[in-house]
């Protein structure tokens, strides 16, 4: 059939036609589209992952000293109770450890989640009359994944400080003016200590004024106090009263009266050593085994990881310059893969389109067409950046794997229009008509193709669940680019072949299709049946080998660094786990791949980047982050099973490699009534998985309940003297640990507020002290007494809890 047949009338797809005869709206049109590429590529943010949203609110209560069994009966299952009548919930998780409780509420997708978190939050408010009065007030947060995790991690350095003094010029100067830079949501600290007034009660003084630690908490609480005193007139004018009650130093505390509840008063300095200190460590932070003060910077959901990092360069140069002496070392940084992984699509998108041209001039074999073909890739690319502006995407792993993957696909229309006018102009036809017949002439087919990846691609971005949020803007990228790249082929490549190309000086017939690819398409045709059968089993072949390919929700990498989780025994202090860590420290450091490492303890890693902040403050936990040159042989995997044996062979603590998202590769939940069969179920589970060669590291993924002091009062004793348990309770937990923080008295410095934190000296904390039994409950009254009214310590093992 002549190619003047079928198809060659421009009246059939117009819109090629249209182009070139006006060419100028045309031009304008793309000339527009570009710009606007341009600018929204300039304010497009870099970040690592897309914009994510879990449908999960999570409810954190703390309770100082509060052991898991007492936490799930009073608090965890309450508040589970309080939010079983909420709509739209998929399942309810808790997790209760020494002193924490986290329920976790994820919503059924599509939920909106901040009407939900509003809805957990008034259902919260309603239960917290029935929730115990000691308590934290409950933390309803939504969780996010980009605003809750940080992506930079600095070490802090300041010979002429001391360690409170450090970890308070991180606290206040750095983070008030890291907190300025644009994009930057979160600062916390990592090691250090805070600045405490320690009020150091001496219990038999106490007792000889029929004292608790109690009551001098809560009379300090209530003098150290400034409180409003409503209004007044004075000589005719209305004045607001103050009632001015605190103290401005550390000497005029000393000098504090105090009432004893009897009519008397004490000087508050008569039983008690009053200083000027820090809070007792909960946690410490380790570089290369040396103490350092660091912080952490988490940035918010829409802003640019690439941006921030930036932005805290600048804030942190400043910082430099107006505090000489004081230096900053970056630990880490995720935001370092992001901007190489940023670069590498940059590079690839650079040589795709330098291939590309290649490959067309290799077949076309005229320059001015390889031309028109390659500039069909940038003015198809760069307007899907103004769409992707506009529906709020990011370029990420997915966007940029977006953009690589179209990259080839770009080109496709192009060359197909540009062949088939190219033909034409080689038979002898002016480029301006052989531009008219050729374009529209194969115009239905052109289309025809894109339609096909769309319809392929456009799918992929509504999958339902956690997958579809990830692909949503993978699939749309594609869409567009290649929608775009269809409004090129039929609007551009018309045109400039039009009016670029230049006619044949030696028109020629097309050459006869002759060859081993015609020899082989007719063997095929000729032999119907044979061929179908090859085709089925390559294809039945393809779909067998699935199998034995890995699956998993995206491929492992092989970042610069590895992280190990640290687990001490049951009852581990700060020294204990110091010693494990070193250890590590030493094996690690052994290693020729690694740099450095970083060890924190008291706070644990999260998802996507080490150190979450701080957690619970359990000295039996932590996360040592080893960091690997990028120049090394091995990969990260292969260092773990070089070291796997050595870190195995460390006492006393529990260590396990977890993956390159801090967390473990695979989670097996176990559900019952009764908690001792589910302790029995786990541990039966982790040794048959120990027996798994695929499975390593098989471990608990809560750390077993430590030892525990019982203290049981004597009832009758008790109610005798009109003693209660929480009066008991509340003795207790104020000369050991300190009151909660909303009832701690404070010392005002300015704008700071120190807290005045009351506790028994380290050596009267001990169950077989005399005195530690004297201080920690309220004495009797004077007078004789018939028999002891203390109650009794016992010491016993933690109850056993879930495992998960």
Request: hydrophobic share 45%; glycine share 8%; proline share 8%.
């Amino acid at each position: 059939m002549s190619d003047h047949g079928h198809g060659t009338n421009p009246s059939n797809f117009p819109i090629s036609a249209w182009a070139i005869r006006n060419p100028v709206p045309v031009a304008l049109l793309f000339i527009g589209l570009v710009i606007a590429g341009l600018i929204a590529y300039a304010g497009l943010p870099v970040k690592q992952f897309p914009n994510i949203q879990f449908p999960v609110v999570a409810v954190t209560v703390t309770q100082s000293g509060a052991a898991p069994g007492e936490m799930e009966t009073q608090i965890t299952r309450p508040i589970e109770d309080a939010i079983a009548g909420i709509t739209g919930v998929d399942n309810v998780q808790s997790v209760v450890t020494q002193g924490v409780s986290t329920t976790s509420i994820q919503f059924n997708m599509g939920e909106d989640l901040q009407k939900k978190t509003d809805e957990v939050r008034a259902k919260i408010d309603q239960a917290r009359q029935i929730l115990p009065r000691d308590i934290d007030e409950p933390q309803v947060t939504r969780v996010e994944i980009d605003s809750a995790f940080p992506i930079i991690t600095y070490a802090v350095a300041a010979p002429a400080m001391s360690d409170e003094q450090l970890s308070w010029f991180v606290d206040d100067t750095i983070a008030r003016e890291l907190q300025t830079a644009k994009g930057v949501s979160q600062v916390t600290r990592v090691g250090g200590v805070a600045r405490e007034i320690n009020v150091i009660i001496d219990p038999d003084r106490l007792a000889a004024r029929n004292l608790t630690a109690a009551q001098v908490n809560t009379a300090l609480a209530g003098f150290q106090l400034d409180a409003p005193g409503g209004r007044i007139e004075v000589g005719g004018r209305e004045q607001t009263l103050r009632v001015l009650g605190t103290v401005e130093t550390v000497g005029q505390l000393r000098d504090m009266t105090i009432p004893t509840g009897t009519g008397s008063y004490v000087r508050l300095s008569d039983v008690a050593e009053i200083g000027d200190g820090a809070a007792e460590p909960r946690g410490f932070a380790r570089l290369d085994g040396k103490p350092v003060v660091g912080f952490q910077v988490a940035k918010t959901k829409e802003s640019s990881d690439v941006d921030v990092e930036d932005a805290v360069n600048v804030k942190l140069e400043g910082l430099e310059k107006a505090n000489p002496g004081v230096t900053f070392t970056k630990i880490y940084a995720s935001v370092d893969e992001t901007r190489d992984n940023f670069r590498a699509t940059q590079h690839v998108l650079l040589e795709g389109m330098v291939l590309a041209a290649l490959v067309v001039l290799l077949f076309l074999r005229d320059w001015r067409a390889t031309l028109i073909t390659v500039l069909a890739m940038p003015i198809s690319l760069i307007p899907t950046f103004f769409i992707m502006g506009l529906a709020g995407f990011s370029l990420n792993l997915v966007t940029l794997l977006a953009l690589t993957l179209v990259i080839g696909i770009l080109v496709d229309d192009a060359i197909v229009e540009i062949e088939n006018i190219e033909k034409r102009v080689a038979r002898g036809m002016r480029p301006y008509q052989a531009a008219l017949l050729g374009a529209d002439a194969i115009g239905l087919a052109v289309v025809a193709t894109t339609a096909a990846i769309v319809v392929v691609f456009a799918p992929v971005s509504f999958m339902p669940g956690i997958p579809g949020q990830f692909f949503k803007e993978f699939g749309l990228t594609v869409c567009v680019a290649v929608l775009f790249s269809l409004l090129v082929a039929r609007l551009i490549t018309p045109l400039l072949a039009a009016y670029f190309l230049k006619p044949s000086t030696k028109p020629h017939e097309r050459k006869p299709f002759v060859g081993f690819y015609r020899n082989a398409l007719e063997w095929a045709l000729a032999h119907r049946i044979i061929a179908a059968f090859a085709g089925l089993v390559l294809f039945v072949g393809s779909v067998m080998l699935v199998p034995l390919l890995p699956t998993g929700f995206q491929p492992p990498g092989d970042p610069d660094y590895v992280y190990i989780n640290v687990q001490g025994p049951p009852g581990a202090t700060l020294q204990d786990m110091e010693r494990a860590t070193q250890a590590v420290q030493r094996v690690m450091k052994a290693q020729p791949e690694v740099t450095n490492v970083f060890t924190q303890v008291g706070s644990t890693v999260a998802n996507f980047g080490p150190g979450g902040g701080p957690g619970a403050s359990d000295v039996r936990s932590g996360t040592i982050t080893v960091l690997l040159t990028p120049k090394r042989s091995v990969t990260g995997a292969e260092l773990k099973d070089r070291v796997r044996a050595q870190i195995a062979a460390i006492p006393d603590v529990r260590l396990n490699f977890l993956d390159f998202q801090g967390s473990a590769g695979f989670q097996q939940v176990l559900t019952g009534q009764d908690p001792a069969a589910l302790d029995r179920a786990a541990l039966q589970l982790e040794q048959q998985m120990r027996g798994v060669e695929e499975v390593v590291d098989p471990r608990p993924a809560n750390p077993p309940t430590g030892p525990e002091v019982v203290i049981r009062p004597r009832p009758d004793e008790a109610a005798r003297l009109g003693v209660s348990v929480a009066a008991i309770s509340q003795a207790a937990r104020v000369a050991t640990v300190g009151d909660i923080e909303a009832n701690v008295p404070k010392l005002n410095e300015g704008e700071r507020r120190i807290p005045i934190r009351i506790r028994l000296p380290e050596n009267a904390r001990a169950p077989t002290s005399s005195r530690s039994s004297s201080s920690a409950c309220p004495p009797p009254p004077a007078g004789p007494r018939r028999s002891a009214p203390w109650p009794t310590w016992s010491s016993r093992p933690g109850p056993p809890g879930s495992t998960a």
